[in-house]
C-alpha cells in the first residue's frame, strides 16, 4: 500500500534555460558602449608614451593668427581669438617664442582635436597662463567621446608644468580652459600651452546591435523561457 506525501517534487530546469538567460543578459550588456576613465597626470611621459602627432606652435610668434581653426601636425587646436605670444607665459623670465595663447584672454575654452577625427589616448603639454601667476589659477578640463562627456576636473598648477590626460577608452576632444577661481569652462580664461603631444587610440570599432534587433531577441528568449516553463508543470 503506497502513502501519501506532503512532499513536492522539484523539476530540474530545463536544459536550455540557464543558456538562454545567459544570452539574455548578454544581449542587453552588447547595447551599452562602456567608457573608460580619464586620468589627469603631471610630468613628461606620464600619460603619452609614444607620440603620434605633435604641434611646437613655433608659427604662432609675434604676428597675430586666426586661432578659430588652427591646425598643425594633423591636430585641430581652435578657441575664437587671434594669437599672441610675446610675453612670458611659462615662467621663464624671459619670452618663449611661439606657443598657443588667445589675445587678450576670452571667454570660451581651447579644443583640442585630430583633424582627421581619430580618437586619441593621451595628451600631454606646457603649461602656461596669461595672468603671469602661478597661484589661486585653475584650469578646467572636460574630455569628450561622440558628443558625450566621459571626463572633467580642475587643477592649479606652477607655469611650466607638463600636464597630460589618459584614456584608454579614448576620447575625441579635449576642453581646457584657466583663469583666477575657474570652476568650469566658458567663463574669461587665458591658457597658454606649448609642445603638444598627442597618442592616437588604437581602439577596434565595437559592434553594437540595432536597438529593433535586440529587443528582437530578447522577446524570443523570453517567450522560449515562458514555454520552458509551461512545460515543466505539465503532469
Same mark, same amino acid.
Given at each position: 500500500?503506497?502513502?501519501k506525501?506532503?512532499?513536492?517534487?522539484?523539476n530540474?530546469a530545463a536544459?536550455?534555460?540557464?543558456?538562454?538567460?545567459l544570452?539574455?543578459?548578454?544581449?542587453?550588456?552588447l547595447?551599452?558602449?562602456?567608457?573608460?576613465?580619464?586620468?589627469?597626470?603631471?610630468?613628461?611621459?606620464?600619460?603619452?608614451?609614444?607620440?603620434?602627432?605633435?604641434?611646437?606652435?613655433?608659427?604662432l610668434g609675434?604676428?597675430?593668427?586666426?586661432?578659430?581653426?588652427?591646425?598643425?601636425?594633423?591636430?585641430?587646436?581652435?578657441?575664437p581669438?587671434?594669437s599672441?605670444?610675446?610675453?612670458?607665459a611659462?615662467?621663464?623670465?624671459?619670452?618663449?617664442?611661439?606657443?598657443f595663447?588667445?589675445?587678450?584672454?576670452?571667454?570660451?575654452?581651447?579644443?583640442?582635436?585630430?583633424?582627421d577625427?581619430?580618437?586619441?589616448?593621451?595628451?600631454?603639454f606646457?603649461?602656461?597662463n596669461?595672468?603671469?601667476?602661478?597661484?589661486?589659477?585653475?584650469?578646467?578640463?572636460?574630455?569628450?567621446?561622440?558628443?558625450?562627456?566621459?571626463?572633467?576636473?580642475?587643477?592649479?598648477?606652477?607655469?611650466?608644468?607638463?600636464?597630460?590626460?589618459?584614456?584608454?577608452?579614448?576620447f575625441?576632444?579635449?576642453?581646457?580652459?584657466?583663469? %583666477?577661481y575657474?570652476?568650469? +569652462?566658458g567663463?574669461?580664461? $587665458? &591658457? /597658454?600651452?606649448?609642445? =603638444?603631444?598627442?597618442?592616437?587610440a588604437?581602439i577596434?570599432?565595437?559592434?553594437? %546591435?540595432d536597438a529593433?534587433a +535586440?529587443?528582437?531577441?530578447? $522577446? &524570443? /528568449?523570453?517567450?522560449? =523561457?515562458?514555454?520552458?516553463?509551461?512545460?515543466?508543470?505539465?503532469?
Amino acid at each position: 500500500m503506497r502513502m501519501k506525501t506532503n512532499q513536492t517534487r522539484r523539476n530540474p530546469a530545463a536544459p536550455g534555460a540557464k543558456g538562454l538567460w545567459l544570452g539574455m543578459c548578454l544581449a542587453a550588456s552588447l547595447a551599452v558602449e562602456s567608457r573608460a576613465l580619464t586620468i589627469w597626470t603631471v610630468g613628461t611621459g606620464a600619460s603619452v608614451q609614444n607620440a603620434d602627432r605633435s604641434a611646437a606652435f613655433d608659427r604662432l610668434g609675434p604676428a597675430s593668427v586666426d586661432l578659430a581653426s588652427y591646425i598643425e601636425g594633423g591636430l585641430s587646436i581652435s578657441v575664437p581669438d587671434y594669437s599672441y605670444a610675446a610675453f612670458d607665459a611659462f615662467g621663464l623670465g624671459r619670452p618663449s617664442g611661439g606657443f598657443f595663447y588667445g589675445r587678450g584672454g576670452n571667454t570660451d575654452y581651447v579644443s583640442i582635436k585630430t583633424a582627421d577625427a581619430r580618437e586619441i589616448e593621451a595628451i600631454e603639454f606646457e603649461y602656461g597662463n596669461g595672468f603671469f601667476s602661478d597661484h589661486y589659477i585653475w584650469t578646467c578640463w572636460e574630455t569628450w567621446k561622440d558628443g558625450v562627456q566621459v571626463g572633467s576636473g580642475t587643477f592649479d598648477v606652477p607655469r611650466g608644468t607638463i600636464v597630460g590626460w589618459n584614456d584608454v577608452g579614448g576620447f575625441d576632444e579635449l576642453r581646457v580652459a584657466s583663469g %583666477p577661481y575657474l570652476r568650469r +569652462t566658458g567663463g574669461f580664461q $587665458g &591658457i /597658454a600651452l606649448d609642445n =603638444l603631444r598627442i597618442q592616437l587610440a588604437d581602439i577596434p570599432p565595437v559592434p553594437v %546591435p540595432d536597438a529593433g534587433a +535586440t529587443l528582437w531577441l530578447l $522577446g &524570443i /528568449a523570453s517567450v522560449l =523561457l515562458i514555454r520552458g516553463g509551461i512545460a515543466r508543470r505539465k503532469p
